[in-house]
């Protein structure tokens, strides 16, 4: 199993920018495909990135695509979301999350995730 910490949430301005991290302890994080999701207020939770064990592939969200950019440091164990270009609607609960059948293959869907952090919340005001 994998135990997973969000952190660098918080407030931004609109326009501003956020760097997300999340620190994997447990089982090897390479072994994992890794996954951004976010939940804004009254909403279902969405499917923001994910990248694969080594960084070979990336997936985003058509209206992220641009301003957040995905990584991962597997000799920190940690993922990383750097927001730039924030906007009110990007406020929200951010999980990261980990996949065992998404090591390789990019995984969009929350059901394909095994294991989930606490979440880390951002706010963006206008």
């Known amino acids: 199993q994998v135990q997973l910490v969000e952190s660098g949430g918080g407030l931004a301005q609109a326009g501003g920018s956020l760097r997300l991290s999340c620190t994997a302890s447990?089982?090897?994080?390479?072994?994992?495909?890794m996954g951004w999701f976010r939940q804004a207020p009254g909403k279902e939770r969405e499917f923001v990135a994910c990248i694969t064990w080594g960084g070979g592939r990336i997936y985003y969200t058509d209206t992220m695509e641009g301003r957040f950019t995905i990584s991962r440091d597997n000799t920190k164990n940690t993922l990383y979301l750097q927001m730039n270009d924030l906007k009110p609607e990007d406020t929200g609960v951010y999980y990261c999350?980990?996949?065992?059948?998404?090591?390789?293959?990019?995984?969009?869907?929350?059901?394909?995730?095994?294991?989930w952090g606490q979440g880390t919340e951002v706010t963006v005001s206008s």
């Open positions: 999350a980990a996949s065992v059948t998404g090591r390789t293959t990019v995984k969009r869907s929350a059901k394909d995730y095994g294991y």
């Open positions: 447990g089982r090897t994080f390479s072994t994992y495909g």
